[in-house]
């Protein structure tokens, strides 16, 4: 077994509102900044010990799933590294 780090990264899907993400929008753009569109995300990292990097995706992936987001109205990354 092999000691991995998967960070999932949840954020709404495209069209759902994000009220955290209009506010700060609106106060970067007071500040400011130009920018197009802004999202919040939410970052989980999890220590696992796992057979090779794929193993260690599938099982985040399959937390993710099962917990950590709505696939209603959430999408997910995850990305795997070796300890």
Do not use: C, W
């Not at 209009?22 to 999202?39: I, N």
């Amino acid at each position: 077994m092999t000691a991995y780090t998967a960070t999932v990264t949840v954020r709404l899907k495209h069209g759902v509102l994000d009220p955290e993400a209009e506010t700060t929008q609106q106060a970067l753009e007071r500040l400011g900044f130009d920018l197009e569109d802004l999202r919040s995300a939410d970052r989980f990292e999890v220590d696992l010990e796992a057979e090779d990097a794929d193993d260690a995706s599938e099982r985040a992936s399959e937390m993710a799933e099962r917990l950590l987001a709505n696939p209603t109205i959430h999408d997910y990354d995850v990305e795997v590294d070796e300890r």
